[in-house]
């Protein structure tokens, strides 16, 4: 168990060559060719080429740190969380956040951020501590309600926790079933994508099958994280997260996306009725699952809903090669193989589990992932959250 630090030089890939470049170099005059070719010397790949990167991903097991060779807390005594940055453009990272390296125990073991499951509140507080402070970053995170609404943040942010701003409905006590009677100062702000312009403030998504989707304008510096499950792709949240950040000046031509881990069209079963409809909005997301059932792929639904947002196909870069990386790098780790036993796929060998793995990015078929499916699949009443968030530093 430890962690790995979007900060620390060995977590990330390596950072763009800048020799060519003057010494005034301000933001505001990034070539877009030049910053294309940068962002692709960081190892990144285009959606189209992701099965070729797929098979080069060793390339990256020295930037990624074992997670059993860092000790679980630091010398305060909280967690270090094992998480996976990767570097969209210069200045701006992702960071996915995994099971490992958390307070939580139980059903949310452990490293669970979200805070109206059931968690004890002290854990996910802890871990949301732990997280700041190794993103060197406040967070940012409001109420997810599957809708097509993304939230200026920079109207609304103002710290009101130790790790930065809470208006996600955070339980402060024990469970009910109204959080805002939870606590008088509980402040909710609803809606699916948060848009920024800020520094040091890292914008999150609770996901545990949903796809996030993070977008970023370097030219402007406007940064965006979107939540992105069926029902909001069928709201058009990713056109309305493009456009408020068209209203914050941002180009759509500029902007570079990643999609974060999410269940796979493989494995998201939803049945005829509903997949139907989403076909309808989405052509050619239909699937049959492994399960043998009518399913749905979100990922090629929000890559279309880019594309229609007049983000270019070029711009999208792939996770899938530091995420695949960082799961062959844990294939041995204890943390990982006791959360492998409480997930009651049948006591497997880890290094064996991990070999199974067809999609690395999809939340139910990788145990680094917290997964509702996986947990309805063993039958737990509940399950934890990861944040897939974005940073501009």
């Given amino acids: 168990m430890g962690g790995m630090s979007a900060q620390e030089p060995s977590a990330q890939p390596a950072e763009p060559q800048q020799n060519n470049q003057p010494a005034d170099h301000k933001p505001v005059q990034i070539n877009m060719q030049d910053l294309l ?45 094992v998480t996976i940055p ?124 949903c796809l996030p989707v993070l977008l970023a304008d370097p030219v402007s510096g406007v940064i965006a994280a979107a939540h992105c499950g069926r029902k909001g792709l069928m709201e058009g949240v990713i056109g309305s997260t493009v456009e408020m950040m068209k209203a914050k000046g941002a180009d759509p031509a500029h902007i570079l996306a990643t999609l974060g881990p999410a269940i796979c069209g493989d494995c998201y079963e939803t049945g005829d009725e509903i997949a139907d409809a989403f076909d309808a909005k989405f052509p050619g997301t239909f699937t049959l699952t492994r399960f043998g059932g009518p399913g749905i792929d979100i990922n090629k639904a929000a890559l279309m ?57 999809c939340t139910l078929e990788n145990p680094l992932w917290f997964s509702h499916r996986r947990a309805q699949l063993a039958h737990k009443v509940h399950e934890g959250r990861m944040l897939a968030l974005i940073v501009r530093h």
């Fill in 37 to 81: 070719e940068a962002v692709q010397s960081l190892g990144k790949k285009t959606v189209q080429q992701q099965d070729e990167a797929a098979a080069k991903a060793a390339q990256y097991d020295e930037a990624i740190l074992d997670s059993s060779a860092i000790e679980p807390t630091d010398s305060e005594g909280n967690p270090i969380p």
């Fill in 86 to 209: 990767i570097v969209l453009a210069p200045n701006i990272t992702v960071v996915y956040t995994t099971r490992l390296g958390g307070a939580s125990t139980d059903e949310w073991a452990h490293f669970n951020l979200g805070g109206k499951s059931g968690d004890v509140p002290d854990h996910v507080r802890a871990n949301r501590d732990a997280l700041a402070n190794e993103l060197h970053a406040k967070l940012s995170l409001i109420n997810q309600v599957h809708s097509g609404d993304a939230i200026d943040i920079d109207e609304r942010f103002e710290p009101n926790r130790s790790f930065g701003f809470d208006a996600s409905g955070t339980q402060e006590a024990a469970p009910v079933d109204d959080v805002e009677s939870v606590d008088g100062t509980v402040q909710i702000i609803e809606g699916d994508a948060q848009v920024s312009t800020q520094t040091g403030i890292a914008l999150g998504v609770f996901a545990a099958d």
């Fill in 305 to 361: 809903a880019l594309e229609q947002a007049g983000v270019s196909a070029s711009h999208i870069y792939s996770s899938q090669p530091r995420v695949n990386a960082a799961t062959q790098y844990l294939a041995q780790d204890a943390e990982l193989e006791q959360l492998c036993r409480e997930d009651n796929e049948g006591d497997p060998q880890l290094d064996e589990r991990i070999k199974h793995i067809r999609h690395s990015m």
